[in-house]
């Protein structure tokens, strides 16, 4: 970028205005001043009119060759469309000379993933996927415990996404099988494969259980996997959308202490309630949800760390403006692509 470039926000059109866009990338943009969102991109009416009542300054374009074909007039394209669309979306904004967020899961397979981070790679173009759930105040709490040795020598790690919805809302969620990103193992379990990859590191071993709970559901609603990592834990990874009673968040276990909390990050519902990410309140976890450390008869609330998904977008602003390496490696994302793909094989075997 010149100098004028780097001087004024980054133009940025997002993609798609269902859950994805709206609740996550448009809030999260319009709160950031690195940024300004000039466009967003949806054939659906009502989807236009609500961009148009919370984003009134901002353009509502129908069609994503109507946005390329003004591509000039942009720096950076936010895709939030169906999974089965990122890998062409993205690659026509690539060549149209433009950066490329991608929401998860990445692509549906992991070869097409791979050749369009070579793609952006080729092209001098910036290219990162939307893993928010590495800014969960939850996650972070974790990822410090283990970094300062709270918990020793981690054997087992547990983490759950479990929510009770017997009756899915009408999206392309309720109609996508697997051959088009559909199922929790690509919806939920992109977020848990990559903070569990995050933690350990590589897996050799991957056992797999996936069901359908739902009649006539196109996709698996409920799975557990279990990961074998080469530096030795083991991650049980739990992801349902049948689940009265859902478990723990987290359950750690390590060879002087454990860590358990309960219940998501609030950084999605209160975005959803249209509370600003320049809240002081947005992402700090209340003290009556604070997770418990240490061993059985002697454990304790330690603090959550504050949530932040906006720290996403200002590591985008920096890699943009400054040269650093993008918020999330694509190749992080094809790694995980492939342990979905390892686990959809291994329980058509069993």
Not at 84 to 97: K, S
Not at 101 to 127: C, H, I, W, Y
Not at 222 to 237: E, K, M, T, V, Y
Not at 270 to 288: F, N
Request: net charge negative; hydrophobic share 45%.
């Amino acid at each position: 970028m010149n100098d004028a470039a780097i001087a004024r926000p980054i133009r940025t059109a997002i993609v798609g205005f269902g859950v994805s866009g709206r609740v996550f990338h448009a809030p999260l943009l319009a709160a950031s001043p690195d940024y300004s969102l000039d466009a967003i991109v949806t054939a659906d009416p009502a989807r236009t009119a609500e961009a148009g009542r919370l984003h009134p300054r901002t353009a509502r374009v129908t069609t994503i060759d109507d946005l390329l074909r003004r591509a000039d007039d942009f720096d950076l394209v936010v895709l939030g469309s169906p999974p089965a669309t990122h890998a062409e979306l993205a690659t026509a904004a690539i060549d149209a000379g433009l950066d490329v967020v991608v929401d998860k899961p990445f692509t549906v397979t992991s070869a097409e993933g791979r050749a369009l981070a070579a793609r952006a790679a080729n092209a001098g173009r910036r290219l990162t996927v939307f893993q928010n759930r590495r800014w969960d105040g939850d996650y972070l709490t974790v990822r410090r415990l283990i970094g300062d040795g709270a918990l020793g020598d981690v054997a087992r790690f547990e983490s759950r996404f479990e929510t009770f919805k017997p009756r899915p809302r009408e999206s392309w969620k309720s109609r996508a099988g697997v051959a088009a990103g559909g199922g929790i193992l690509y919806d939920l379990g992109a977020h848990l494969i990559d903070q569990a990859l995050r933690l350990f590191g590589p897996v050799d071993e991957v056992y797999a259980e996936l069901a359908i709970r739902r009649p006539g559901a196109p996709a698996e609603d409920d799975a557990f996997l279990a990961l074998r990592h080469g530096s030795g834990p083991i991650s049980h990874l739990w992801m349902s959308s049948m689940a009265p009673q859902p478990g723990p968040r987290f359950r750690v276990l390590g060879a002087v202490a454990g860590y358990t909390t309960w219940g998501l990050d609030g950084q999605e519902a209160a975005l959803a309630a249209g509370i600003s990410p320049r809240d002081p309140a947005y992402g700090v976890t209340p003290h009556d949800r604070w997770g418990l450390l240490g061993a059985e008869g002697a454990a304790a609330p330690v603090p959550t760390e504050r949530g932040d998904y906006g720290g996403f977008y200002r590591e985008l602003a920096a890699a943009i403006r400054d040269g650093g390496p993008v918020p999330v490696d694509p190749i992080d994302a094809v790694d995980a692509l492939e342990l979905i793909e390892r686990a959809h094989g291994v329980a058509q075997d069993r």
